[in-house]
């Protein structure tokens, strides 16, 4: 199919053309003309699929024309990063048109948003929270939004934001068109897709349990006091150019931080507690390769756009199933590949089998070398190491991490010698050096679990886990 065949205007397509776009999506092939038709449309697809294009364009198209003096069309997404990233989405689709869209999300200064509002505004682009806060001092009024669009609904959901959601649709006239996208399809969305979708079509592009084909995946079994030399030991392998590395609180994200750096690899996190700026500039930054690795959290990452990730790391097993597809769905966007490699330990095993579960096949175990490395670090023999790294070489052009680093990049890390096998002293034994049916016997003690999440009883689920969750807070951020 072509984009000249989705009945979009001229501007549009001219837009279109200037962004390079060869042809639509499938998101885009089954959404555009759907939306365009003016039903309620409830669409199944994750971030990297161009799903924004897929609702954006219609609404461009719709609204056509400038300034009717009110707002005419409503977005609103989980995060402040996700909205920035509409909001630039939407200038791009309409560059060549005279709508105005206004971009309002919680952690910025409300005045320059305000002048905005006051401006003119046709299309508005929102976190829930710092939406609720104008409409409750009647900065913003909803009264003649056509168009509603849920970003990331799930998501949305996850962060508590669905009493927010009601209240704003109820602020929307009753004849709307409802547009919402969701990269997942639990229960929970679908009723409330039943609660404000009017008769909506269904459209779902590649199923959700379904990482990313370009993605390699791998599992690789540590003890939890051997994942932060482990991770290092990976990031300075040649092949990591561009790595994300998830962590599962803020806290871990600012604490790794500072042990990668004693490690000489400069790296930066993103996550809730920074402000706004701090995020943006630290996404900058990694997207423009001053910086490769890049620390986060699932709410600070989700559903960023950028190109050229190599790696993802799991530093921490996420706790819900579905983060995982996201995370890993990060590397290899775009056609590209990728690798994405979780660190588990013992107490992580229960989440595996329920991410196992949920894709329905076990992830390949990373066969590494580097309990050997591990134990030479803790013998503090540093002089067999360079020795080894002498043999792998950076390709030129390759970014350095920092002085007195080189010995230590060696790329060899996933080489293991004979030798270096042989010198694994006895004790040394590895949570990796588990079988199948070891693990296995963590799966029947999770089965309970799993079999909670599998019928969809998500609370129960999340009161069993929460009992074990780690110290550190976890990440509940409310984006606005
Ligand atoms: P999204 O899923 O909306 O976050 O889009 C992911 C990326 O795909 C963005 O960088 C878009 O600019 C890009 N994109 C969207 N639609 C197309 C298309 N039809 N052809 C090529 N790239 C696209």
Redesign the pocket.
Known sequence: MKFTELNLNKNLQDAIRK?G?????PI?EKAIPAAMSGRDLIACAQ???????AFALPILNRLEKASYGYIRALVLTPTRELAIQNFDNFKKYGRYMNLRTVCIYGGAKERPQIMQLHRGCDILVATPGRLIDYMDRGIVSLEGIEIFVLDEADRMLDMGFIHDIRKIAAATPEKRQTLLFSATMPRPIERLAQELLHDPESIKVAPTTSPAETVDQKICFLKKEDKKHALSAFLKQADVRKAIVFTRTKHGADRLVKDLGKENIESIAIHGDKTQGQRQSALERFRGGKINVLVATDVAARGI?IRGVTHVYNYDLPEESESYIHRIGRAGR?GASGEAVSLCDSEEMGLLADIEHMMGKEIPELKTDWSVELERRARGDRRRHSHRAGSGRRPSGHRSYGRGARSERSGSFHRSGDGARAERSEGFRRDGDKTRSERSEGFRRDRSRAEAVRSGDRASYSRKRSSRRPAGRREDVKAS
Do not use: I, V
């Not at 776009?21 to 999506?25: A, D, F, G, L």
């Not at 971030?47 to 294009?53: D, I, L, R, S, Y």
């Open positions: 962004a776009y060869k042809e639509p999506s885009q971030t990297g699929t161009g799903k924004t294009a756009d775009a």
